[in-house]
C-alpha cells in the first residue's frame, strides 16, 4: 500500500504541476531528460556523419547547415519565448496560437528568399547547394510544427516536448545511419534530414490532439502585428546572434577552405553538443516560470534568481574546465586521428563556453522584463564585433583566428550585457555580489589550464577541477543554494 501511494505521488510529481517550486522542478527534470537524451542522440548522428564523410565532404555539409542556420533569427526569432511568456502570464493568450503559426509561415518565407540566392555567393560548389536546399526544406517544416511548443510551454508540460523531441532525432539517427550505409555523401546525409522532418509531421500530429489543444480564433491581423511588435527585438537578437554564430564557418567556406570547414565545425560541435545543455534548459523552462512571479512575487523572484545564477556561474567554470583538460582524448576518441588539428581550437571555445554561462542570466532577465530592445541593441554589437573580426582573422589565420574571433565576441557580449542589465532590469541583481563565486571559479580553472598545459594526465586534470569546483559549490551554497531547494 505505501509503495503504491509513494509511486502515485512520484507520478503526480513528474506529470502535474501542484506549486511554483515544484513545477519548475519538474519540468527541468523533463527537459533534462528529454534534452538530455536529445543531445546524445544528435551527438551519435554527428559522430556518425563526421567518421563516415571524413573533413572534406563533412566540410560541405557544415558549410550547408551553418549558411541555413545564419537565418535561424527569421526561422524561430524568439517568437516561442515571447509566445510561451504571454500565455503563461495569461492562460487566454493560448487563443492567438494560429498567429504565432501565421508569423513563422511569413519569416519563414523571407528567409527562404533570403538563402535561395544567397547560397550561390557563398560557394560555387553545388553539392553544397543542393544540401543547402533540402536543410531549408527540413528547418521550415521542423519550426512550424514547434509552434505548439509555445502553449505546451506555457501549461508547464514540457513532457511533451521532450518526447517529441526525442523521437524526432530518433528518427533522424535511423535515416542517417542508412542513408551513410548506401551513399556516403552529403547531400544523402542532407535528404535523410529531410525525410526526418516529413516522418515527424504524424508523430506531431498526435501531439497536438495529446495535449488537449484546439486551433481556435482563427488569424487575425491586429494579432499578428501584437505578436510581431513583442517579438521584433529578439528577431533581430536572433538574427545577431546568428550572423555572429555562423559567419567564420560560412567564410572560412567563402574562402575555399572546405576541409577547414569540416574540422573547424567538428571542433564546435564537441562544444554545443553537450556543454550547453543547462542554457537550454534556462531559457525554455527558467524564462517562462520567473516572469509568472513579476509584479506578486517580486522577493522570490530575486532571491530564486540568485540561486539560478550563482548555479551558471559555477557549472559554466566546471564544464569549461573539464572540456579544456580532456580536450585532446576527447577529440581521439569521438573522431579519430584525422581531425586532431581541432584540440587547440576545442581548448580555445572552453573559454567562450565559460563566458556564456556567466551571461546567459543578463540576457534571460532582460527577456523576463521585456527588455527585449536592449537585448538585440548588445547582440547587434557583438555580431559586427564578429563579422569585422572574421574578415580580418580567417584569410591570414584560418579556422584558429575564427576560434579567437568567436571568444573575443562572446567576450564583448558579456561586457555590454553586465553593464546595460542592471538598469533595465534592476530588481535580480540589488544586493547580489557574485564577486566571491567569480573569483573562486577564476582561480580554480587557471590550477587546471596549468595543469593541462603543463602535461599532466588528462583524467587527473578532470578529477582536480571536479574536487576543486565541488570546493567552490559547498562554499558558495550557503547564500547561493540550487533552484531545488526553492521547491521543498
Known amino acids: 500500500m505505501k509503495l503504491r501511494l509513494s509511486l502515485s505521488r512520484f507520478r503526480n510529481f513528474l506529470l502535474k504541476n501542484e506549486r511554483w517550486g515544484q513545477a519548475l522542478v519538474k519540468n527541468l527534470i523533463w527537459l533534462a531528460l528529454g534534452q538530455g537524451m536529445v543531445r546524445l542522440v544528435r551527438m551519435a548522428v554527428i559522430l556518425s556523419v563526421v567518421r563516415v564523410l571524413g573533413p572534406m565532404e563533412y566540410g560541405r555539409f557544415a558549410l550547408a547547415y551553418s549558411f541555413v542556420t545564419l537565418f535561424t533569427g527569421l526561422l524561430e526569432g524568439g517568437v516561442l519565448i515571447v509566445a510561451s511568456r504571454e500565455f503563461a502570464a495569461d492562460p487566454s493568450n493560448e487563443k492567438l496560437l494560429p498567429n504565432v503559426v501565421a508569423i513563422k509561415v511569413i519569416t519563414n518565407s523571407i528567409a527562404a528568399a533570403l538563402v535561395l540566392p544567397g547560397m550561390f555567393w557563398v560557394t560555387t560548389d553545388p553539392i553544397v547547394r543542393k544540401c543547402t536546399v533540402a536543410l531549408l526544406a527540413q528547418q521550415f517544416i521542423f519550426e512550424l510544427g514547434s509552434s505548439i511548443y509555445a502553449a505546451t510551454r506555457a501549461r508547464g508540460k514540457m513532457e511533451y516536448e521532450s518526447t517529441l523531441s526525442f523521437l524526432q532525432n530518433a528518427i533522424l539517427l535511423v535515416l542517417t545511419v542508412a542513408a551513410l550505409h548506401f551513399s556516403s555523401s552529403a547531400f544523402t546525409v542532407s535528404l535523410a534530414q529531410l525525410a526526418a522532418a516529413v516522418l515527424w509531421l504524424p508523430l506531431l500530429s498526435f501531439v497536438v490532439w495529446k495535449s488537449g489543444y484546439r486551433f481556435e480564433g482563427g488569424v487575425h491581423w491586429s494579432a499578428i502585428v501584437h505578436i510581431g511588435t513583442l517579438t521584433a527585438p529578439l528577431l533581430l537578437g536572433s538574427i545577431a546572434t546568428a550572423v555572429y554564430v555562423n559567419v567564420d564557418s560560412i567564410l572560412l567556406g567563402k574562402f575555399g577552405n572546405l576541409i577547414e570547414v569540416g574540422w573547424y565545425n567538428a571542433a564546435v560541435k564537441v562544444v554545443q553538443g553537450i556543454l550547453l545543455i543547462p542554457i537550454s534548459l534556462a531559457t525554455i523552462a527558467v524564462v517562462p516560470a520567473f516572469a509568472s512571479l513579476l509584479g506578486s512575487q517580486e522577493n522570490n523572484l530575486v532571491q530564486r534568481w540568485n540561486k539560478w545564477r550563482a548555479f551558471l556561474i559555477v557549472t559554466g567554470g566546471y564544464v569549461a574546465a573539464l572540456l579544456f583538460a580532456s580536450a585532446r582524448p576527447l577529440v581521439l576518441s569521438t573522431f579519430g586521428a584525422h581531425f586532431l588539428p581541432i584540440v587547440p581550437i576545442v581548448r580555445v571555445m572552453s573559454v567562450s563556453i565559460a563566458l556564456m554561462y556567466v551571461y546567459t542570466p ?41 576560434a579567437w574571433t568567436t571568444v573575443a565576441t562572446q567576450g564583448v557580449l558579456l561586457l555590454l550585457l553586465a553593464s546595460v542589465a542592471p538598469r533595465h532590469a534592476p530588481n535580480p541583481f540589488m544586493g547580489s555580489r557574485f564577486g566571491k563565486v567569480l573569483l573562486g571559479c577564476g582561480v580554480s580553472a587557471v590550477i587546471v589550464i596549468a595543469c593541462a598545459l603543463w602535461g599532466a594526465n588528462p583524467w587527473f586534470d578532470c578529477a582536480l577541477a571536479t574536487g576543486l569546483f565541488g570546493i567552490v559549490w559547498i562554499s558558495v551554497s550557503k547564500r547561493f543554494t540550487l533552484v531545488l531547494s526553492a521547491a521543498k
Do not use: E, W
Request: aromatic content about 12%; some cysteine.
Open 362 to 402: 543578463y540576457s534571460q532577465a532582460l527577456i523576463i522584463y521585456r527588455k527585449q530592445t536592449v537585448l538585440f541593441a548588445c547582440q547587434a554589437v557583438a555580431a559586427v564585433v564578429s563579422v569585422t573580426s572574421n574578415l580580418i582573422t580567417i584569410p591570414r589565420y584560418g579556422m584558429y583566428g575564427a
